[in-house]
């Protein structure tokens, strides 16, 4: 009997320790992620605003934005919002699109979930509330290459969901396969952590807005 529970312990004394030290390490690694984002995310809203793009891009990194403290390490590269020229029921009050967002955040396991965001109101939204876009095992799975693909669905995805979008085939085609992706996708990623994600995003986006 002893011996079976010495096995036993032992056994998964050296699964958990394996599992905590790679927990660790792919924590370890979210700030050069996040750095290595933070640069192709501020060219990107730079180069918006040099070429007077209809909206301005907005940059937060839960590391320097105060509301999102406690929260989960994310950061996130989002549209600011811009009125649609009717008024709200009445109420002398514009409506307003916003929301577009693409968010790079890390669970408590230390993975990587990508998600796009559309623009919405109260008079036009898409069916979908987000698409997961990837999941990587960890930060340093994604690099510079794997960021600017992320950004260029970011503006496909701006172009299909947007009132003033004015998109081609290639971006229907590339929204339609990043659909498809999601349900696969989706499966893998806990409600806890999408919740925790939604919570993220809703606070980046307030800020990105002002």
Not at 159 to 172: F, I, K, T
């Amino acid at each position: 009997m002893n011996t079976f529970a010495t096995n036993l312990i032992r056994k998964h004394a050296v699964r958990f320790k394996t599992g905590i030290e790679r927990v660790s390490e792919r924590r370890s690694q979210w700030d050069t992620l996040a750095d290595r984002a933070n640069i192709i995310m501020r060219v990107a809203a730079d180069e918006a605003k040099a070429q007077n793009l209809f909206e301005n891009l907005y940059v937060l990194d839960s590391r320097e934005t105060s509301e999102l403290t406690n929260k989960l390490p994310s950061i996130q590269l989002s549209f600011g919002q811009h009125p649609l020229g009717y008024n709200e029921f009445k109420k002398n009050v514009f409506v307003m699109e916003s929301g577009c967002s693409l968010t790079i955040g890390q669970v408590v396991g230390g993975q990587v979930i990508c998600t796009l965001y559309p623009f919405s109101s109260v008079l036009a939204s898409r069916n979908e509330k987000y698409i997961i876009v990837k999941i990587a095992s960890s930060p340093d799975d994604l690099q510079e290459k794997n960021i600017r693909g992320l950004v260029a669905h970011l503006f496909s995805y701006a172009q299909v969901s947007s009132v003033y979008g004015a998109p081609c085939l290639s971006d229907w085609l590339q929204v339609y396969w990043l659909k498809v992706k999601h349900w696969w996708l989706h499966f893998r990623v806990s409600k806890v952590a999408l919740n925790l994600l939604d919570k993220v995003t809703g606070a980046v986006i307030d800020n990105g807005s002002a």
